[in-house]
């Protein structure tokens, strides 16, 4: 059974940097699409980058261009999204999901198992 977990959240000041990794049990990674998605208090989950089973890259939002990157360990059997350039607006709880397409999707129901979540505050 395909399970995930985050780890890598914590407290940050403006300006700082963090890494993410999600841990995937049960399955393989490589075979799945996975995706970091965010939910800030009060607000809707967004999503903010994926990466294939194909190796392609899908960004979510504009907001993190050229800040936020995403990778995958295949020794590690880890997606880990690395963030800089963090700002207050990135304050919330980061969540990894699978998909099962070979693409990553650009509809977030299609993620069908996810993570518990990791909380990022941005604060000085």
């Known amino acids: 059974q395909l399970q995930l977990v985050e780890s890598g959240g914590g407290l940050v000041q403006p300006g700082g940097s963090l890494r993410l990794s999600c841990a995937a049990s049960?399955?393989?990674?490589?075979?799945?699409?996975i995706g970091w998605f965010r939910q800030a208090p009060g607000k809707e989950r967004e999503g903010v980058l994926c990466i294939g089973a194909s190796g392609n890259r899908r960004d979510y939002t504009d907001s993190v261009k050229g800040r936020f990157t995403i990778f995958r360990d295949n020794a590690k059997n880890t997606v880990d999204l690395q963030m800089a350039g963090l700002k207050p607006e990135d304050t919330a709880v980061y969540f990894c999901?699978?998909?099962?397409?070979?693409?990553?999707?650009?509809?977030?129901?299609?993620?069908?198992?996810w993570g518990q979540g990791t909380q990022v505050t941005v604060s000085s």
């Open positions: 049960g399955v393989t990674v490589e075979h799945y699409s």
């Open positions: 999901a699978a998909d099962l397409h070979y693409f990553c999707s650009g509809s977030v129901q299609d993620f069908g198992f």
